[in-house]
């Protein structure tokens, strides 16, 4: 396997930084998430970033076209990206796995999401095995393999101080030519991952789900929520959107903005009509649209363990837990 | 299965998947027809007098006016160059589009959703039962119907409303459809009325009191006139297969992205809104 | 606390099994050693799974909202922060003293549940930042009390420090401070949504369709939200410090809520909120004493 020391590991982005436009997971104002790579920027292997690396394909707000509206006129214009491509180093499985799970939305079903598309086509790929997982991670029991991530262009291996590098597609064959000078072959091994602390056991979860709409799990489970939009906007696979517009006299800009199926207005149609009304129906949909009908439509769960939700959650609503409760419901 | 592109969905789709979707295309109100105080048709057609796009029956359409906002209606009819859509005034688009004038440049967007199940519907005698402005996805069926008249059955109207005056495609009820061979139309009001001689009570108990049994019934219509319909239906011996209706979610993005207008795992924008009852059993009561 | 646990049983045991209260909202222990969440006992012998331990930080006021329209009793175990939250809402008429218990515990300041999932299981877990601010860890207000009063030392004054030293920045210094702050905001309203003072019927933040505040996220928008929020809570603040604690972003929300503290002490006198519910909110009422300089 060709490896690098991690203590020169800015050597090889800054090379990689003269092809792409490269994006690291790194400490920034109290939290954490990818950000553009410099030199001096606070890079973090030992753990996930709190923010996911959704926003880079579905950011949280996304200018659509712009319209000039004159009297009874209406102009299109346009907006492109900005051009280049880009790097992401170090996604872990979990986020890979997420992606995997975008692709299925907005690039399946009959409609292509272009915005989506442009961001995922432009964007090369190297995941990062985890040595050792957070306490809040529990991706093994959702089927995702935390030393080898599923689409990724690079698979990368925590290997103590150093770190491992494979290509995998042929995007990835082309990073890894560019900074082979750098890299040297040792006899390593794919690691074994760290003891996970949460044990989940999600085995049959969605079949179990399939006749538990009207279960009275959703009361109990549902009753201390608060309807935040704290554990969907964290959430690596969530990706509902709302579309608005900001208008500025004549000058609209169209946009989409992440919204979350916790809150009210979500639902809410014209006549007062809201086939969510409380806060039950709401927790139900998170937990039956990640745990059952996205299996359903698209034969794969919308949780990769990551944990973010229960890290974030101000109540402590714990989908480890929820799941227990499933699986042991009657 | 499609067989205008590999996109996979199970109906065919005119769509170009060059464009994106979420953007429409520059449009204009080319016709206005006040329908009742609160309702009224657009005719919408591309900038450049095209039709904005061929929808089946029973398909959707986004229709945005630039500075205010964007949502999605039933199409009630096509022509040549146009497409209608019946809106009613509820919210924000909905009162602004009440106060342009024809001219008014739009952007539309669409065809989306199943539409209604044409080939099923073929040869049989169908039976349409719609109260206020839910006539407005029914009206598209009833139109193709009319248009390719040999291929269907008989053709029956039951139509309500609160008030005379709140009666939807008047001179469909009173003048047109009553020409066409072997259609009849019922209508009827909630209440007496001055110079209304004809029928008067719900349409539930309508449908009940004229016991006709036609093959198919398609009903559209407020969700209470819905729920108290479908039992006579049944008691009148239809099967939940040769029920079908349609559903409103709320909707953003119309092509199954946005996530919001999902019933269970079904998708309101692209799996509907066409369901038969049977179809309709099968999800969750949460809409 | 072991023993006061027992007693928090005990007690939301009979309150169940005479009929003297429908429900029984305290904490149960969560996942891992340092979370707790909270849980709502109706049957008697659930009440097993309530404890009490330095990890119960969740101020459960707010859930009363949610039993506004129940026929009979609630029972709440409210520490200091709690039994504020829960005057809050009687003074904003949100709530009807005489529908619940408040079984009162006095706390021993809880430990920082963010600091001990970074520290690891065997580090010295140090207390929560509101806990460490707070000067009423002994509820203000209790039908029934468990346990004893500690008495704890407390400070004296609010400590705001911290906006002193803000107030002594330059206007650049401070925009920029509170611009890379808020441009981090999820606008996920959990500081919203787990605030006792945030109790409106209909928040303005949820009425979308008019355009007050337009979801796109950026730094104006939340800002406008951040301060909007702040304001609105201006002087019904009961420095529970939650709103801080739940933020995912971790944004130090109680700077700004601690300066509209800090200018209503100034301006209208000393006032701490939630400790009664009769007396006129700071900013409740005009007096013919109020400071003009503004006007
Ligand atoms: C499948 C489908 C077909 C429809 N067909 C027709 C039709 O043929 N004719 C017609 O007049 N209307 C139709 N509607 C309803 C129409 O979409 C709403 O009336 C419209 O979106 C309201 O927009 P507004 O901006 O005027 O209202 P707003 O100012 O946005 O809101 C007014 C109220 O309407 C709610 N609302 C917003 N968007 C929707 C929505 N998409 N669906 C339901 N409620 C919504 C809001 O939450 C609010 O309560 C249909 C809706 C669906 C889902
Ligand atoms: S973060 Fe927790 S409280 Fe907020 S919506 Fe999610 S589950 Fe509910
Ligand atoms: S539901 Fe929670 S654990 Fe699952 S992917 Fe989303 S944030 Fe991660
Ligand atoms: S969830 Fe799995 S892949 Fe993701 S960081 Fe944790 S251990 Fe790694
Ligand atoms: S909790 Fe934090 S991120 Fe969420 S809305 Fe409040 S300030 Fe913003
Ligand atoms: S603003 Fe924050 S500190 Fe004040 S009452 Fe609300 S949650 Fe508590
Ligand atoms: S309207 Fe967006 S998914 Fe149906």
Redesign the interface.
């Known amino acids: 396997m060709l490896v690098v020391l991690k203590a020169k590991l800015k050597d090889i982005l800054n090379t990689l930084a003269e092809e792409y436009k490269v994006l690291v997971p790194a400490k920034i ?3 954490s998430k990818f950000i553009s790579y410099k030199d001096n920027v606070d890079i973090i292997l030992d753990e996930n970033v ?2 996911s690396p959704k926003d880079v394909f579905f950011p ?2 996304e200018k659509m076209y712009k319209m000039k509206t004159v009297k009874t006129s209406m102009e299109l214009e346009n907006i492109t990206d900005e051009a280049g491509k880009k790097l992401l180093f170090g996604v872990r499985s979990c986020d890979m796995k997420s992606l995997d799970c975008f692709d299925q939305v907005f690039l399946t079903k009959g409609y292509i999401d272009e915005f989506y598309k442009n961001k995922r086509d432009s964007v090369v790929t190297i995941a990062l095995s985890c040595s050792q997982p957070m ?2 991670c529990f991706c093994s029991a959702m089927g995702v393999d935390s030393q080898k991530a599923v689409g990724a262009d690079v698979q990368a291996y925590d290997l103590g101080d150093k770190i491992g590098l494979e290509a995998i597609s042929d995007e990835g064959s082309k990073v890894i030519e560019l900074i082979k000078g750098q890299l040297t072959e040792e006899g390593a091994e794919v690691p074994q991952p760290g003891e996970f ?2 044990k989940v056991d999600a085995d049959g979860v969605s079949e179990k789900l399939n006749g538990m709409f009207e279960s009275p799990i959703w009361d109990d489970v549902s ?2 929520c ?5 554990c969907t ?2 959430c690596p696979t969530c990706h509902c959107f ?1 579309i ?1 517009q ?1 208008v500025r006299g004549e000058n609209v800009t169209k ?1 989409r ?4 199926c916790m ?3 979500y639902t809410q149609m014209a006549g007062g009509h809201n086939p969510r009304p409380t806060k039950k129906e709401r927790v139900r949909n998170r937990f039956m649209h990640k745990l059952n009908y996205f299996p359903d439509r698209y034969n794969m769960l919308l949780c990769t363990g990551c944990g973010r939700c ?3 959650c ?5 989908i ?2 929820v799941i227990k409760q499933i699986k042991e419901a009657e | 299965m499609c067989e205008n592109c590999s996109c996979g969905n199970d109906h065919n789709h005119d769509h170009d998947h060059d464009q994106n979707v979420l953007i429409p295309q520059r449009g204009k109100i080319i016709n206005i027809v006040e329908e009742t105080s609160d309702t009224k048709t657009f005719s919408i057609s591309t900038i450049d007098d095209k039709k904005p796009f061929d929808p089946q029956p029973g398909q959707l359409g986004m229709l945005s006016l630039g500075n205010v906002g964007e949502a999605i209606f039933s199409v009630t009819n096509k022509g040549e160059n146009h497409i209608e859509m019946a809106i009613k005034a509820v ?2 688009l909905t009162n602004a589009l009440h106060e342009v004038e024809v001219g008014q440049e739009v952007g539309i967007r669409g065809a989306y959703g199943n539409g209604f199940p044409l080939d099923f519907c073929k040869g049989k005698d169908l039976l349409f039962i719609g109260g206020g402005i839910g006539l407005a996805p029914v009206r598209s069926l009833i139109m193709h119907c009319i248009r390719n008249r040999d291929d269907y059955g008989k053709l029956t109207v039951i139509y309500g409303a609160r008030s005379k005056a709140d009666l939807c495609f008047k001179e469909d009820l009173f003048e047109n459809w009553p020409k066409v061979p072997n259609m009849d139309v019922f209508v009827t009001i909630d209440r007496e009325e001055e110079g209304w001689d004809g029928h008067v009570g719900f349409v539930p108990s309508y449908v009940e009191e004229l016991a006709l049994k036609p093959q198919v019934t398609v009903v559209c219509g407020p969700p209470i006139m819905i729920k108290f319909t479908l039992p006579g239906l049944q008691k009148m011996g239809y099967a939940d297969t040769d029920i079908i209706t349609t559903l409103e979610m709320r909707m953003k993005c119309g092509v199954g992205k946005c996530g919001r207008c999902n019933i269970g795992s079904k998708y309101v924008c692209l799996d509907g809104p066409v369901f038969t009852l049977a179809e309709m059993k099968d999800l969750p009561q949460e809409y | 606390m072991v023993d006061l646990t027992l007693e928090i049983r005990k007690t939301a045991k009979e309150l169940l099994e005479k009929g003297e209260a429908k429900v029984v909202l305290g904490w149960e222990k ?3 050693p340092y ?6 006992i109706d049957k008697p012998e659930d009440t097993e799974r309530l404890i009490w331990d330095e990890y119960c930080i ?1 101020n459960l006021a ?2 009363m909202l ?1 039993y506004k329209h129940l026929d009979g009793k609630v029972g709440i175990f409210v520490k200091g922060c709690d039994s504020r939250g829960i005057n809050r809402l009687v003074q904003d008429k949100q709530l009807d003293r005489e529908k619940v218990i408040l079984i009162g515990l006095s706390c021993p300041g809880m430990k920082d549940e963010k600091k001990a ?1 970074e520290l690891g299981p065997n580090a010295d877990i140090p207390m929560a930042q509101k806990c460490q601010d707070c000067r009423y860890p002994d509820p203000v207000v209790y039908d029934v009390f468990l346990g004893e009063k500690q008495n704890k030392k407390v400070p004296e004054k609010i400590d705001t420090s911290d906006v002193e030293e803000m107030e002594t920045k330059s206007p650049d210094e401070k925009y920029r401070f509170f611009t ?2 808020y ?2 905001c ?5 500081c ?3 605030c006792p003072a945030c109790n409106c019927k209909e928040c303005i933040f ?1 009425q ?2 008019t355009g007050w505040l ?5 730094v104006s928008n939340n800002m406008f939200f951040a301060l909007t929020r702040a304001m609105h809570v201006g002087g019904r603040c009961i420095e529970c410090g ?1 709103c801080e ?2 933020c ?3 944004i130090p929300i109680m700077l700004l809520n601690k300066k509209i503290i800090k200018d209503i002490n100034f301006l209208f006198g000393d006032y701490d909120a939630g400790l009664e519910t009769e007396e006129r909110l700071p900013l409740g009422g005009y007096d013919y004493t109020d400071p003009e300089e503004f006007m």
Do not use: H
């Open positions: 104002e109290d939290t709190k923010l949280q707000t306490q809040t602390y949460l009753k201390k608060l309807n935040c939009g704290a906007y964290v709302d608005s900001e946009y903005c992440w919204d979350s809150f009210g207005e229960i890290n974030v101000p109540v402590n609503l714990d480890t837990s | 919210g924000e | 969560g996942n891992f979370s707790t969440t909270p849980v709502f969740n707010l859930y949610d999932k890379t702050n441009e981090k999820l606008r996920c309203y959990a919203r949504n787990v949820d979308t369709a337009a979801k796109a996220n950026n939650e604690r739940v995912s972003v971790n």
